[in-house]
């Protein structure tokens, strides 16, 4: 047997099975569809993940009831020891109609608790806590829970959900880009 009649050297196949190409050789790869994509792909729903909550909690928290009303609590002086000094005293002339009535609610309340259901002109003042005297006796009135809603544009839901989808469909593109081209590569197989 001589040089001559020995077969050639393969040169290095793609990846093969059974079926034929399963990837791309590795010239053919681009590394922008390898790296690139799959990079951009998890920015996006890194950010389009706070982006949907943010934005569908907008949506739903006040018809859930996450927020509302602030709720004042209002408790007989008689019932601590001593008030201190720096406590102010509010007279209930001075209260808002909503106010009122949330003491009014408050006093009546075993849980002692009313929510103020309209203009809140005394925030400040109940925020700290104040002694205001109501139909002979002191009360110590306080607002227990703010609940504001959370201000926030509700087109965020979207914007993330868009940027989940794209962002899923750029960290898929390797494989996806690999099956193409390993399909493209039988194909030509199959007409030689």
Request: with cysteine.
């Amino acid at each position: 047997m001589s040089d001559d009649d020995a077969p050639p050297e393969p040169a290095d196949p793609p990846a093969t099975d059974e079926t034929g190409p399963t990837e791309p050789t590795a010239e053919s790869e681009s590394l922008v569809l390898t790296y690139a994509a799959p990079f951009l792909g998890v920015l996006l729903i890194a950010a389009g993940l706070p982006l949907s909550i943010i934005g569908g909690y907008v949506v739903v928290q006040n018809s859930v009831g996450l927020c509302g009303d602030p709720a004042i609590t209002a408790t007989p002086v008689d019932e601590y020891d001593d008030v201190p000094a720096t406590v102010g005293e509010l007279p209930a002339e001075e209260l808002t109609a909503a106010e009122r009535r949330a003491l009014e609610e408050a006093i009546e309340s075993p849980l002692r608790e009313g929510t103020i259901d309209g203009d809140i002109e005394n925030g400040e003042a109940l925020f700290d806590g104040v002694v205001i005297p109501y139909e002979g006796q002191r009360y110590y009135v306080q607002i227990t829970s703010r609940n504001s809603c959370l201000a926030a544009e509700p087109l965020l839901f979207p914007i993330g959900g868009i940027a989940i989808l794209v962002g899923i469909a750029g960290v898929l593109t390797p494989p996806i880009y690999r099956k193409m081209a390993g399909f493209e590569e039988r194909m030509r197989g199959d007409r030689e």
